[in-house]
């Protein structure tokens, strides 16, 4: 079947723009995780789904990031009020559940806030 | 709290084996779980360890010890395409979330 799916793929906007992030998971998958990756550096942990369980926020760097998980399938990562800093590859995984560790990733959104 | 050290550069040549350590200070987690990122594309997942010891996919294989607090990821007879960042990664108990280490960028010379 179809991997996970990130759109768009690029997206460049002006300081201060709010931008939506849109991650379609594999069907079935019950847990969907949200990454940030700045260019040569490791993966730093946003947000995490499962199930209909509350989401994970802890690695949300500021109020002005937001995800919502709809009917338990597509995920929206906002940002409001872009500033440079947020410039970076954000990365959808989504993984069956339970004690599994295999998270299958999307290609990411390319974020450039000019 | 959880964190998950590797050593961030790894070189080696074609044909070689190289091994990329990584050591870990968490307070329980599920297994150890190693991913392969190529420049420019998305993190794969190659390996899990759920018990201490060796587990071996090919050319490579993944070593878990929990009494040590510490796995590696082996990789024997290296080719050029084998060059990209390695990630180890584990689920933390107490957060059930995938918590991933500091990567380690391997370079493969001819």
């Known amino acids: 079947g179809a991997g996970v799916s990130q759109s768009p793929s690029n997206k460049v906007t002006e300081k201060g723009k709010d931008v939506e992030l849109r991650c379609d998971p594999i069907s079935g998958h019950t847990a969907l995780y949200w990454y940030r990756q700045s260019l040569g550096q490791g993966l730093e942990f946003l947000i995490y789904f499962q199930g209909n369980s509350a989401p994970d926020k802890s690695g949300l760097p500021s109020d002005r990031f937001s995800a919502e998980r709809t009917g338990g399938s597509v995920s929206t990562l906002t940002i409001q009020r872009t500033q440079q800093e947020d410039s970076a590859v954000y990365l959808c995984?989504?993984?069956?559940?339970?004690?599994?560790?295999?998270?299958?990733f999307g290609p990411g959104t390319r974020l450039t806030v000019l | 709290g959880q964190s998950l050290e590797q050593p961030s550069e790894v070189t080696a040549v074609e044909g070689a084996i190289v091994q990329i350590n990584c050591t870990y200070q968490t307070s329980g987690f599920y297994g150890l779980s190693w991913y392969q990122q190529h420049d420019g594309g998305a993190p794969t997942f190659l390996s899990y360890n759920a018990l201490d010891g060796l587990e071996e996919t090919g050319r490579f294989s993944s070593f878990l010890s929990r009494s040590d607090s510490y796995g590696y990821l082996l990789l024997q007879e290296l080719q050029m395409k084998d060059s990209a960042s390695y990630f180890c990664a584990v689920r933390a108990r107490n957060t059930d979330k995938l918590i991933f280490g500091t990567g380690t960028r391997l370079q493969v010379f001819p």
């Open positions: 995984a989504s993984s069956p559940g339970g004690l599994t560790d295999t998270q299958y």
